[in-house]
Each structure stands twice: as C-alpha cells, then as structure tokens.
C-alpha cells in the first residue's frame, strides 16, 4: 500500500506518469535539438564575410542579393559579426559537437544501466545547457579555438541522450505502448530543429545579438532539468507518487519495470562479426551524412548562396523539418499495415523505406543545387529532400529493435555513437569544399552527399535483415554451425549454473 500523502500528490496528475515522462522525454529530445542547431544559425551572423577588393572571388553564377525586398526595405548591416574565420574553420567548430557526441554514446548506455537513466540523462543534457549559457563569454574570451573546446564538451553532454533514453522507455513503457511512446518522445527531434532554427532566426532577426540565441536555448535547458528532475525517475519503483493503480500495472507488463535482475552481458564478439549489423551501420552512416548535412549547413547556403536574410532563414530551414516530422508518422503507418496485411516481410519493409529516406533525398539536394537561384525551387526540393527522409524512422531506424529485441539500447548505441563520424566529418568537408561558398562548389558537395547516401543504401540492400539474431537470444537458437570464435559468456554462465545444480543434487 502506498503512504497517505503519496495518494494524495498522485491524485493531482490528470495523465499516468508513464504519459508524464513521455512529454519530458520529447521536451529532453527537443532541448537536445535545439542547443546542438542553434549555432548553425547563428555562425551565419558571427561571422563577418566582407573581403578586400583584392581577395573578392567573382562568381559568375551568383545569385542577386534581394535583401532589401526580404527586410522591408532596410538592409542588415550585421554589427556584432566581429569573427574573421574561413569557411574551413566555420566547418570545423560546428563538426566539434559531433567529437563529444560520438565518444560519450556507448559510456552513457552504460551508466543509465547501471545508475539509472534519469540522471545520466538529466546531468548530460544540464552541462550542455551550462555550456550554451556560456557560449557567448567563451568564445569572445578565446576565439575560435575555445569555441571548438566547448562544442566538443557540449556534444560530450548530449552523447548519452538516446542510450537513456531508449533504457528508461524499456523500464517505463509496455510493449504495445511503445510505438506511440516512441513516436512521441523521438519526434522531439524534428521539434528541435524547427523551434531551434525558427526561434534563432526570430532572437537575430533585425540586427539582433547572436548572442541573445544562446542565453535563450541555454535558460531553456535549465528549466527542463528543473522539471524533470521533480517529475521523472528511473523506474517505476523508484517514483515517489506514482498511482497504486499505474505502479501494479507496469509492474504486470513491463518484465524491466524491475532492474534488480542481472542481465547477460553484451555479446560483442557475435555482434561485430553479424553482417546486418555492419549493413545497418552503413545505412546509419550513409543517414547520417544526408541528415547532418540538411542540419549542419542549410542555413549557410540559404544564406551564402541563396542570399535570404537571418529571419527568412530562420523560418526555411524549419519547414523542412515540419516537413520530415509529418511523413514520417505517415511513412510509420504504412509500413506497419503493410507488414500487418502481409503484404510484405519486415525485412522488405525496412529495405523500402531506408532505400526512399536515402535515394530520394540524394536526388532532391541534386535537383536543389541545379535549381541555381531559383528560390521558391531550390526550397521546394530541400523541403522534399527532407520530407522522403523522414521514411528512415521506419526503416533502418527501428531496426536494432528486430535484430536484437534483448540488447537493443547498446546496439543503438554503437550504431549511432559509430555513425557520428559523419556530423565530425561533413562540416568539416563542405568548409573545405567550399571555400568561397559559390554555387558550383555546394554542387560539388551535394554531390559527394548523393554518392554517400547512394553507395551505404546499396550495401544495406544486399546485407539487411529483419529477424532476430542467433547472438541475442543463444539459449533458444543456439550457435550456427560455423561459428568458431569461442563460447558468448552467457552461455558458460549457464554452464556454470548447471554444474552448481548437478553438484547440489549429488550431495543429497
């Protein structure tokens, strides 16, 4: 029975505390979002890109600069683009996140498993905020060098974000709730993106302090973890004012409300050596390149190339992710009734809606870049490019789950921390791509985007599969016959348990 008081406080929450922690789980995804996109606006306004007559590149296929029509009729003169750094610089700050992100993923896993995933999660995604708030002091005080320093702590906050994530959902939610779990909390994302890019063109837009970008985002990641901290925990035994009712239920339907058990340890002898494991790694990386580089550097070219000001940037760059928000609820749906009526396997609707999230968006940033400046065209592809990705949530994205049901947080940890490469690497690549941010040299960009998205989705074409894998449940599938490398650890400690009960037995 539950005390007075813990009845009492139980009885002021219209929804369950599963619902609860669900909202606060897509406020922690959209915060998450929101501090990472936010310097991709603002290095657009940090950044003082007039050069002397003598360094001026003549660009022949340059678009007309129609600011004055986008700002009725005043022109932003930019007064705090004080930072005189190259675009192969600008590149390397905004790739400094994804260094931090990549190599705190699967420590993260490993300490929500182990502590709990309410405060891995909570203090990760606090020092990030602290960082955010910090921004501005940081890098008038030491350039862009500390500013690298601090991205790449920042992105160390955020690396445990979807391993804790993915360990408090398994404890919290049942399994026939977590579709719409899922799709709640995960869709934070795009809600990030949007808020994040629309909010940063609005604090900038009129010769607004890039600064104001984030002291807002950073002030908002504060009172989310205030909030969380008060209303969400690990487990559900762990919740002070949780309802009898709710506590009984998860504790009937959820078989990891209850973390006292000891778990298996993670086969990753098997899991190196599984080729739909290196097939989705692929995808994931190929994902990735597509995704980062929409992420990372849409605001400059809608900026450099297409020449909108900070406010219609801002408000452009947001609709794509409007956009990849919705089809992905609707590519969701079709995939699961597709699978439900047989008319197709899981593993071909996986390959189908990776393959569309991949070659669709490879051919629209194509078709983007030949649209030159033509405006509402370019927009319309980039809009497209993103809504047909929004297919991978129910492709390759939900994938670690058919494979590896049992161990599918530190999979998703490995496939995504490894799969990072691609935020560390494109930045970076495009700053050097393009040096005079010209049209014909984002064409050449685009292009090596296409040949990533391409090339990775054939090789998870040929490799991918939907079943659940011998190595994550050996008791009941047992050992393929060409295995070679030695027993999974689980397996002698089942041997083990069966020589104590045999040594039990022969002492009677």
């Not at 009937?252 to 409300?257: I, K, L, Q, R, Y």
Request: with cysteine.
């Amino acid at each position: 029975m539950l005390p007075r008081w813990r009845k009492n406080i139980a009885r002021l929450f219209l929804i369950p505390q599963r619902y609860v922690l669900g909202i606060m789980g897509l406020l922690a995804v959209c915060n998450a979002y929101t501090m990472r996109v936010c310097l991709n606006l603002a290095v657009t306004q940090m950044v003082n890109n007039t050069k002397g007559d003598e360094e001026q590149h003549f660009d022949p296929n340059a678009c007309p600069d129609d600011s004055e029509y986008f700002t009725n009729g005043t022109v932003s003169s930019r007064p705090y683009a004080i930072f005189d750094w190259s675009e192969s610089t600008q590149g390397l700050i905004l790739s400094g996140f994804y260094y931090g992100y990549a190599i705190t993923h699967v420590p993260g896993g490993y300490l929500a498993e182990r502590y709990g995933g309410k405060w891995t999660l909570g203090i990760g995604l606090l020092s990030t905020a602290i960082f955010t708030l910090l921004t501005p002091v940081v890098v008038k005080a030491g350039g862009a060098t500390w500013l690298f320093i601090l991205r790449v702590l920042q992105g160390m906050g955020e690396g445990p974000t979807m391993p804790a994530l993915m360990i408090v959902l398994a404890r919290w939610v049942p399994p026939h709730e977590r579709s719409r779990q899922g799709a709640l909390v995960f869709g934070g994302a795009q809600i990030g993106n949007i808020f994040g890019s629309f909010m940063s063109g609005f604090l900038m837009a009129g010769d607004g302090d890039w600064a104001n970008v984030f002291y807002f985002f950073g002030c908002f990641g504060i009172l989310w973890f205030l909030a969380w901290s008060i209303l969400c925990y690990s487990t559900p035994n762990t919740h002070p004012y949780i309802s009898e009712e709710e506590l009984k239920y998860l504790n009937e339907t959820v078989t990891s409300a209850d973390t006292k058990s000891v778990r298996d340890p993670v086969p990753w002898k098997a899991i190196v050596r599984s080729v739909p494991v290196w097939a989705l790694l692929f995808a994931a990386v190929g994902h990735d390149w597509g995704y980062y580089t929409m992420v990372t550097d849409l605001p400059k070219y809608m900026t450099d190339v297409l020449k909108f000001n900070i406010a219609a940037t801002g408000t452009l760059t947001a609709i794509p992710y409007l956009a990849m928000w919705i089809s992905s609820f609707i590519f969701g749906w079709v995939c699961d009734v597709c699978v439900k009526r047989d008319w197709h396997t899981i593993k071909t609707g996986r390959i189908i809606h990776t393959t569309i999230a991949a070659t669709g968006p490879a051919i629209c940033i194509i078709l983007a870049s030949y649209a030159g400046c033509d405006r509402f065209a370019a927009v319309a592809y980039f809009i497209a490019s993103m809504a047909l990705m929004g297919g991978f949530y129910s492709g390759m994205k939900v994938n670690a789950l058919d494979l590896a049901p049992n161990y599918a947080g530190s999979l998703t940890a490995m496939i995504n921390g490894t799969s990072t490469i691609s935020g560390i690497i494109t930045p970076y690549l495009i700053g050097l791509l393009t040096p005079d941010s010209t049209l014909a040299q984002w064409r050449i960009a685009f292009w090596v985007c296409f040949a990533v998205l391409v090339g990775t989705n054939v090789v998870y074409i040929f490799w991918a599969d939907g079943k659940q894998q011998w190595w994550d449940d050996v008791r009941q599938y047992g050992y393929p016959e060409d295995w070679k490398h030695g027993q999974l650890k689980m397996a002698n400690q089942d041997k083990e348990k069966n020589k104590e009960k045999e040594a039990k037995n022969s002492t009677k």
